[in-house]
């Protein structure tokens, strides 16, 4: 699918994989970009895009990913102003990251994983993602039903793309009980999403990125990303957000490229 001249939406798109992919994109000659993020970083994040491009592309929309009334706002206003979403790129991620049963010590009783953790990280990384997915392909399928088009063919061209972030951790990893869930959850939609959304002329497809340079795992602490992540990664260093922007972008552009693709620099999760 071409890039140039299409209006897309990236959800956590402040920092990280999010923010990367924005500025690729822009580089790309998108025409605008929604960018969505719940802290004030949005905003500068926007400004840096627009100042890259020395274009007015990017806007920013500042909420919470889970609440629908701003999903349908976002949606809504950027197509007033630039026209029908054709990709979406929905970023926004939290761990919390804990083990599953734990021992205390001193009492010796078993301390099992919050649950409300546990809906909270769902909420965000899962049913979130799938739902700012679903706007774009429902507002793509009213569109085509409103001009009398019903099932799409190849002649029509690639109508949007999703492109969701998976992870190595969808394959299970220690501490991981919520997030590893939901990476792994989002396999099973984006594959359901691909066959049912594909009527309208919309792909699906997950990026599974390992260890990137970015907030959330330079959260683990330096300590942890030496000795656990940097000696099983081949590059020996953690992944740029850029190069897992490139290769979103070649998700998008590529169309051939379908299911899932893994971005990992050969990091596994241990076998132990």
Known sequence: ???????????????????????????????????VDMTDEIDVAAEQVNNEVNAKIAFPFKGNVTNEDFRTKVFET???????????IPAAGITRDALAVKIDRETKKANIYSVENFK????????????????????????????????????????GTVVF?????????KGQVSYAS????????????????????????VIHPGFTDTPMVR??????????????TQLGRLIRPKEIADAICFMIANS???GELWADAGWHPSPA
């Open 120 to 159: 909270l990280v769902v909420d965000v990384n899962l049913i979130a993602p799938v739902y700012w997915a679903m706007q774009m392909i429902a507002d793509i399928a009213e569109d085509r039903a409103l001009r009398g088009l019903k099932k799409w063919n190849a002649e029509e061209g690639v109508q």
């Open 165 to 173: 972030i998976g992870s190595i951790s969808s394959q299970g990893n």
């Open 219 to 232: 959260a683990m602490g330096e300590e942890y990303i030496a000795k656990y992540v940097l000696p099983d």
């Open 182 to 205: 939901t990476k792994a959850g989002l396999e099973g939609a984006a594959a359901t999403l691909t066959k049912e959304a594909i009527y309208h002329g919309v792909r699906c497809g």
């Open 78 to 88: 950027i197509k007033k102003e630039y026209g029908m979403v054709s990709i979406c």
């Open 256 to 258: 051939a490229v379908s």
């Open 1 to 35: 699918m071409e890039i140039k001249d299409r209006v897309a939406l990236i959800t956590g798109a402040a920092s990280g994989i999010g923010r990367a992919v924005a500025f690729e994109l822009a580089q790309r000659g998108v025409k605008a970009i929604a960018m």
